[in-house]
């Protein structure tokens, strides 16, 4: 019988070829899924850490907004503006360095201090706020930027090693929604605790305490890799490791910078990156205050609202994700075809929706909403577009590619809040905030036409390192029982023809 790489299953030849020694998947609820859900409420906490301030701030600005008895701050719109985006100027400088140490010495320890010292950190920001105002608001959330850089390249790290290629879409988007589920926790609770008789200081310490807890769950219960998990059985673990072929995480892999910046998929994926992280944090720290001042929402229901997009988006990924795994496993649509539908409707639906956006008047609230719910709740589809395309492109290097186009993606975030405070000078203007509406969609329209053009879904050949395998571009969905098989056919070939 002739070498077949799998793709022929569900075509005209009518059968399924399953290399010998190729493990079944294993079912039931396993210890990847363990994982998994720990990443998913890591990341939920990270994301409550991270916007925990965007409702904060209304309420530390505006004594009408919330609580009475709490300090109220007197900054503009610019001091704001440049509080909001002061996390990112310490997030951007860990990236990269955050791949290479997640590489090296394993995810596990760097997303415990990770999250375990920005957890700290957010129980000490009243204590910061009340004896150094602005100033020492903005070196705190610089340092809690600082400990989180780490956290998108090692969790690409743990995915690299946890998730099949036949599960990446479904685990990676499980692992990564809870990003929305803590943007949403956050931005929904924050209304009702600061204007509760704790006041806004309470929006810090409930975030800054569920962290700490996290890191003590991820302590006992979290792992580098299947081989490092005691539980895991040993189908499992046959499982996982096939998926991916031999992987010696205790061997350092010489990380080939050039091949990588030189890649044209790499740069797609990194602009894409980009511009999506644009339009996603010019909304997820602009939209409280659009819907004070433009909206006239109160801070409860300012709040609510607030957190509706993102409970869509939320709800959302796990209706993109199970369809992205069923289009790619049944054949349906190859791999690089789904990473560029989804990140097409993540990004292009938005953009449509945010100029709609742009022309609705001061007094359409509801359609505002509907806008607005749509331009984030839809975003989610590009979690199986760019999101996890760093690990169909090369899973050794994952976390490195992570922290490369995470770093360059949240200059974006850093930028995008900035120029906020310089377009707008009278946040109740809706005329102004046409304009940031303007500059978003366009952001987004540039950002997936590059994807569109030039990415791609299949392992590059500087994955490996070059003595170890010869340049070959394998087929994401192969185990590495096929590719053996190829190898091995391909060297009989040889021999005869010597």
């Known amino acids: 019988m ?10 005209s030849a009518g059968y399924e070829y399953r290399p010998i020694g190729s493990p ?7 210890a990847r899924h363990v994982q998994t859900l720990l990443l998913f409420f890591g990341l939920t906490v990270a994301y409550a850490l991270r916007v925990n301030l965007s409702v904060a701030i209304v309420a530390m600005v505006d004594r009408h907004a919330a609580n009475k ?21 310490g997030y951007v400088v860990t990236q990269i360095p955050a791949g290479q140490l997640a590489q090296r010495f394993g995810p596990k320890i760097l997303l415990l201090f990770s999250i375990g010292i920005c957890s700290m950190l957010a129980v000490l920001t009243p204590f910061c706020a009340h004896v150094g105002d602005a100033k020492a608001v903005i070196g705190l959330r610089i340092v809690q930027g600082l400990s989180q850089g780490f956290i998108f390249p090692s969790t690409h790290t743990m995915l690299s090693r946890w998730a099949p290629a036949s599960e990446r879409g479904r685990l990676g988007t499980l692992s990564y929604a809870g990003a929305q589920f803590g943007t949403v926790i956050m931005l929904a ?49 046959e499982f996982i490791e096939n998926s991916f072929g031999p992987q010696d ?89 789904s990473r560029k539908l989804f990140n097409t409707i993540g990004l292009w639906i938005p953009m ?54 995470n770093c360059a993606a949240n200059i974006m975030s850093i930028i995008a809040p900035l120029i906020v405070g310089q377009v707008i000078s009278d946040a109740t203007d809706p005329v102004q905030w046409r304009r940031v509406f303007y500059i978003a969609a366009g952001v987004y329209f540039f950002g997936n036409l590059t994807f569109i053009i030039f ?40 021999n005869h023809s010597d």
């Open 189 to 237: 609770v924050s209304g009702f605790l600061a204007s509760s008789s704790m006041g806004w200081p309470s929006i810090f310490y409930f975030s800054g305490a569920v962290g700490i807890l996290w890191s003590v769950a991820w302590f006992f219960y979290g792992s580098n890799s299947p081989a490092e998990y005691r539980g895991i059985a040993p189908e499992e673990r």
């Open 69 to 89: 008895d709490y300090e109220e701050f007197d900054w503009n719109e610019e001091t704001k503006s440049i509080i909001l985006s002061s996390f990112f100027w």
């Open 352 to 405: 449509v929706a945010l100029l709609g956006l742009a022309f609705v008047p001061k007094g359409g609230s509801d359609l505002a909403i509907v806008l607005l719910t749509l331009a984030v709740g839809i975003n989610s589809a590009t979690y199986l577009g760019f999101q996890v395309n760093h690990i169909d492109l090369a899973p050794n290097h994952a976390g490195t590619m992570m922290g490369i186009t």
């Open 249 to 337: 995480h205790s061997r350092r892999i010489v990380t080939p910078w050039m091949a990588i910046l030189t890649s044209a998929p790499m740069i797609a994926l990194t602009i894409a990156h980009m511009c999506h992280n644009w339009g996603f944090w010019t909304l997820l720290t602009e939209m409280p205050t659009y819907m004070k001042e433009v909206l006239e929402k109160d801070i409860k229901k300012n709040a609510l609202l607030s957190a509706l997009p993102y409970l869509v988006m939320w709800i959302l990924s796990f209706v993109f994700s199970p369809l992205s795994d069923f289009l790619i496993n049944r054949q349906y649509l190859s791999r690089v075809v």
């Open 2 to 11: 002739p070498f077949c790489c799998g793709c022929c299953r569900g075509s």
């Open 455 to 494: 990415g791609k879904a299949d392992i590059q050949p500087w994955n490996e390192p070059e003595s170890a395998v010869p340049h070959t571009t394998y087929n994401a969905n192969e185990t590495q029982s096929t590719r053996n098989a190829n190898n091995t056919t391909t060297g009989n070939n040889e």
């Open 24 to 30: 079944q998947q294993p079912s039931g609820f396993g």
